[in-house]
């Protein structure tokens, strides 16, 4: 009982915190759309030097070159959130009571500084590894702002009863499966990417016509296994959807249902890609809707184990 009340003594709700996490949280989400449009267009090596463009902070008429424009603005609200991140951190550290609030905002703040770095190095060494850790680390660091988002807010603080025991131990490890497959597919998307291999199979929803491919490469192969890892996820979404109908949680019966509308949306954007030859506007909210489900996946598995979180 005693460790009971201790944690909810360090859980207080602070709108304005939880409002500006949100914030960054949505700055975040319009940096992942920026970065994705620099990789859609190729415009990563538009500027050629780090940590400064065209040897200034802010080199003029920068807008007036598509490539540069792009890339210039990427560095812009990357600095941003590098600065809205420190402020959070700084804010929570000093403020806040919860442990694990604390030690997110420190490794959120880890994370935007490692970002900055790995996107400095892509531009200094042209090394294409560089820029897919860079985009899985994108995705890891919008999670952990929405890890940050529930913990602040009123819906976890003020709970009225342990949802961890609505679920039984089959139903959490089906999201801990449906989250690891989603991560997985983040990889591999990424690799797909910076690889090239986003028109290995310029063919949807059949591969050539059929279901597999003629013949192999590292392209198809890659391309091939994103497709075919899609269809698990999908599968896998139903199967959690289904064993959570009775579910009497509502919080985690909406995440998801909403993470398999995305999911089916994500498939129709994959789709357009294809069928569009790699169109700016799908490829990159391709790239976006990642991210939403890689957290909506992640906030699912967080919700189903709060007491081990909490304790």
Not at 66 to 74: A, C, K, Q, S
Not at 78 to 89: E, H, I, N, Q
Not at 100 to 118: E, K, N, P, W, Y
Not at 252 to 276: K, P
């Given at each position: 009982?005693?460790?009971?009340?201790?944690?909810?003594?360090?859980?207080?709700?602070?709108?304005?915190?939880?409002?500006?996490?949100?914030?960054?949280?949505?700055?975040?989400?319009?940096?992942?759309?920026?970065?994705?449009?620099?990789?859609?267009?190729?415009?990563?090596?538009?500027?050629?030097?780090?940590?400064?463009?065209?040897?200034?902070?802010?080199?003029?008429?920068?807008?007036?070159?598509?490539?540069?424009?792009?890339?210039?603005?990427?560095?812009?609200?990357?600095?941003?959130?590098?600065?809205?991140?420190?402020?959070?951190?700084?804010?929570?550290?000093?403020?806040?009571?919860?442990?694990?609030?604390?030690?997110?905002?420190?490794?959120?703040?880890?994370?935007?500084?490692?970002?900055?770095?790995?996107?400095?190095?892509?531009?200094?060494?042209?090394?294409?590894?560089?820029?897919?850790?860079?985009?899985?680390?994108?995705?890891?660091?919008?999670?952990?702002?929405?890890?940050?988002?529930?913990?602040?807010?009123?819906?976890?603080?003020?709970?009225?009863?342990?949802?961890?025991?609505?679920?039984?131990?089959?139903?959490?490890?089906?999201?801990?499966?449906?989250?690891?497959?989603?991560?997985?597919?983040?990889?591999?998307?990424?690799?797909?990417?910076?690889?090239?291999?986003?028109?290995?199979?310029?063919?949807?929803?059949?591969?050539?016509?059929?279901?597999?491919?003629?013949?192999?490469?590292?392209?198809?192969?890659?391309?091939?296994?994103?497709?075919?890892?899609?269809?698990?996820?999908?599968?896998?979404?139903?199967?959690?959807?289904?064993?959570?109908?009775?579910?009497?949680?509502?919080?985690?019966?909406?995440?998801?249902?909403?993470?398999?509308?995305i999911i089916i949306f994500q498939t129709f954007l994959g789709g357009a890609i294809i069928l569009t030859g790699r169109?700016?506007?799908?490829?990159?909210?391709?790239?976006?809707?990642?991210?939403?489900?890689?957290?909506?996946?992640?906030?699912?598995?967080?919700?189903?184990?709060?007491?081990?979180?909490?304790?």
């Amino acid at each position: 009982m005693e460790n009971t009340d201790n944690i909810h003594e360090a859980l207080i709700y602070n709108v304005w915190l939880h409002r500006y996490i949100i914030l960054v949280l949505v700055v975040t989400g319009v940096l992942i759309y920026a970065g994705g449009l620099v990789t859609t267009i190729g415009a990563g090596l538009a500027v050629p030097d780090w940590p400064l463009s065209f040897g200034s902070l802010n080199p003029s008429g920068w807008w007036k070159q598509p490539m540069v424009r792009e890339e210039h603005g990427h560095r812009l609200i990357g600095a941003t959130v590098g600065l809205l991140t420190l402020m959070m951190t700084i804010w929570i550290v000093f403020k806040e009571k919860s442990r694990h609030v604390r030690l997110l905002s420190v490794l959120a703040l880890v994370m935007v500084i490692i970002q900055g770095i790995l996107g400095g190095l892509r531009v200094i060494d042209k090394n294409i590894y560089f820029a897919m850790v860079h985009a899985c680390l994108a995705q890891v660091f919008f999670c952990t702002l929405v890890t940050l988002m529930w913990f602040t807010s009123s819906l976890w603080i003020n709970r009225k009863n342990d949802p961890s025991e609505c679920f039984t131990k089959k139903e959490k490890r089906l999201a801990v499966i449906v989250f690891s497959l989603v991560v997985l597919q983040l990889i591999i998307g990424a690799i797909m990417r910076h690889s090239g291999a986003g028109l290995a199979i310029p063919t949807f929803p059949l591969i050539f016509g059929g279901i597999l491919p003629p013949h192999w490469n590292f392209s198809i192969c890659i391309h091939y296994s994103h497709r075919v890892l899609a269809l698990i996820i999908l599968i896998h979404v139903f199967i959690q959807w289904n064993s959570l109908r009775g579910q009497p949680f509502f919080i985690v019966r909406a995440l998801v249902h909403l993470t398999a509308c995305i999911i089916i949306f994500q498939t129709f954007l994959g789709g357009a890609i294809i069928l569009t030859g790699r169109s700016i506007v799908p490829t990159n909210l391709h790239v976006l809707t990642g991210a939403f489900i890689l957290a909506s996946t992640f906030s699912t598995l967080l919700w189903q184990n709060h007491e081990i979180i909490n304790s």
